[in-house]
């Protein structure tokens, strides 16, 4: 029977999060269910073309980082994990949970869902929704992976595993797929699905709700911050719920950190798309329920769209960037001779070349204060280059200035990139095949 | 008096479009946000910084704004040359707004 309170944390929100938050939330939470929220666009073309190189890789990087000290916690408290960090490979990173499970003699089931790869299905004819042209004018496509939902997650719940892991799942469907399937809500429950995709919504970028990129000093002010504590939410049969965090942790849950996530990266808050429900945030309510406890209740939600989003890589070359700092009296004129200078040794070969002054108009183009005179400036170049050598001359240049630029230049960093474009486009359902695959550490109970 | 001093933000990215929400300290600061921060007005405000068009949503329930930029020439694309690729700074040049 299912229980009245299901309890979900979320122990990463993207690919670089900390570590330690998850271990708390697992060994305190008294959760049912830990999610990872680990990948980003950009990470799953890298993590495609290093499957490319070795078909045996192409998962998460910190797989066995974050799984190590996780696994026999969970195993030991009853908590069932589900991560995306199975990235370009998630067949592999069951493996690899396998394995890590067998030299800590663990008894794990891992389920697997894959089909989220869509690049052999896709055709040349394919419109990418950014440029408008077809799929076939972007040379060098590495990656093509849909946004899949709760629908491909549920078999994967329903096997038992211990371990869930997926490639690319819709960030809220990692969430609302173990509320489904605690409370076994219908897929076609459109008002329960906007209101747990809320939930997920709210989660999905871990510790963003509990006072992460929240604080500002003397006006928003977040208690030992160093000590960020992860959300968890005790969601129940409605969808409603409450959203909390490990008592003792740093960090807060008030109002205003749960309405900046509630609006994050959202285009239209009355039609939120997931694969699973067309969402509507616009009659979301907030409680206050206690000490960092916020009540959230009130999404609705109408009918999911036939198609899926599809995220597309393509390599774009290489960016290579170069930075020099001056100082003191008549910092900005030299920054400004500086720039001047690289300007006329790099323009000719690279025509998109951008200058910027740190600390004057780097990252909005402009300054809103613009009488104040800094005391110190950066100089920045950055270029795009086809070759990794070409894109080297950008640092190059920079810090040659040591010698053959200004008076005063210091701290001058070299820097370069391998860039990745990202564009998408949209398709049947039908054409996506999820498949589930379960795992196990002992080898004797193997099914596939 | 700059926005800043009523209203707190947050912004996000799709691919080249910015998306920035201003949420009221109190509710009642909301109908002045309503009235002086329209979508014409961003677009005026972050002039330079955002080339297509600015969305304006109104969400009564939160005291909240959420206003889309469409191409956010410095923000977004994961092709850009600009320091601050997903504009996670913009939340910052709405608030410098001067409202009267």
Redesign the interface.
Known sequence: MATPTLRIGAGAGFQGDRFEPAVVLAEQGNLDYLVLECLAERTIALAQKSKLGDPAMGYDAFLRRRLEPLLPLIKKRGVRLVTNMGAANPAAAGRIVIEIARQMRLAIKVAVVTGDDVLAQLSPDTRIIESGRPLRTYANVISANAYLGVEAMLPALASGADVVITGRVADPSLFLAPIVHHFGWRLDDWMRLGQGTVVGHLLECAGQITGGYFADPGKKDVPDLAHLGFPLAEVQVDGSAIIGKVAGTGGVVNFATVKEQLLYEVTDPAAYVTPDVVADFTQVRIEGVGTDRVRVSGGIGHARSETYKVSIGYQAGFRGEGEISYAGQNALARAELAGRVIDERLREDFPDLRLDYIGCNSVHGKSFAPHSVPYEVRLRAAALAATRAQAERIGEEVEALYTNGPAGGGAARKHLTEVIGIVSALLARSEADSKVTVLESDPHHETV | MKL?ELA?C?A??????S?L?L?A?RSEDYPLLLQKVTATAVQQHLA??VSGSVRR?E?A??A?L?F?CEQAL?TGV??S????THGK??SS?LL?MEIA
């Open positions: 800043y707190h947050r996000g990215d799709k691919g080249n479009t998306i929400s949420i300290y330079g910084i949503y969400v329930g939160l909240a959420q889309v410095l994961t092709t040359l600009a320091m601050d700074a913009l040049a410098e």
